[in-house]
T-cell receptor, first 114, second 114 residues
Framework: DVKVTQSSRYLVKRTGEKVFLECVQD?????MFWYRQDPGLGLRLIYF???????EKGDIPEGYSVSREKKERFSLILESASTNQTSMYLC?????????????FGPGTRLTVT | AQSVSQHNHHVILSEAASLELGCNYS??????LFWYVQYPGQHLQLLLK??????LVKGIKGFEAEFIKSKFSFNLRKPSVQWSDTAEYFC????????????FGPGTRLSVLP
């Protein structure tokens, strides 16, 4: 079974703090994704990566950055956390190929910024 | 940009009732379609997917979905729901001009009363 793990289930940070969210997948997937999930808005793509050291902006990248130094690990960084970044953050991974493969999701990190 | 809409924000049913959750998307080209489910406290998992061929696809736990190209729709159905189907359901679309990425709908919360 594919396993996607996220470093924390719950996180509370103060405004202005630098926040790191870590994601690790164990199935050698090329693609990794960071989403935020908000009620009534579904999942919105923040950043994605197709390969090590590659990153692409998603639909809402402002205020976030990412790092992918190893294939299995994809980190989301909030340089200076703000209250409007309070949300559920989901990491996902998928294979790449001629067809579109399903995305496998981690359990999520619920971040509260006070 | 592609968008995905889901008709209902919250659906409440009694056990054994039939279920249909609507999903519409805005893209006119080739699409791959997915339904994901998120049970309370659990991570998102795939219910079913459509790539090509028979527009009626069957997934896990008795769910099925029908792709109607002319209506840009991919509605999810189940003939008889159970209390354990209580969850949030997300429709997702991958369009052929969007690489490996998905666009998710806002989600529909299903509550099944015992």
């Amino acid at each position: 079974d594919v396993k996607v793990t996220q470093s924390s289930r719950y996180l509370v940070k103060r405004t202005g703090e630098k926040v790191f969210l870590e994601c690790v997948q164990d199935m050698d997937h090329e693609n990794m994704f960071w989403y935020r999930q908000d009620p009534g808005l579904g999942l919105r793509l923040i950043y994605f990566s197709y390969d090590v050291k590659m990153k692409e902006k998603g639909d809402i990248p402002e205020g976030y950055s990412v790092s992918r130094e190893k294939k299995e690990r994809f980190s989301l960084i909030l340089e200076s956390a703000s209250t409007n970044q309070t949300s559920m953050y989901l990491c996902a991974s998928s294979l790449t190929g001629a067809i579109i493969y399903e995305q496998y999701f981690g359990p999520g990190t619920r971040l509260t910024v006070t | 940009a592609q968008s995905v809409s889901q008709h209902n924000h919250h659906v409440i049913l009694s056990e054994a009732a039939s279920l249909e959750l609507g999903c519409n998307y805005s893209y006119g080209g080739t699409v791959n379609l997915f339904w994901y489910v998120q049970y309370p406290g659990q991570h998102l998992q795939l219910l079913l997917k459509y790539f090509s061929g028979d527009p009626l696809v069957k997934g896990i736990k008795g769910f099925e979905a029908e792709f109607i190209k002319s209506k840009f729709s991919f509605n999810l159905r189940k003939p008889s729901v159970q209390w354990s189907d209580t969850a949030e359901y997300f429709c997702a679309v991958n369009a052929d001009n969007y690489g490996q990425n998905f666009v998710f709908g806002p989600g529909t919360r299903l509550s099944v009363l015992p």
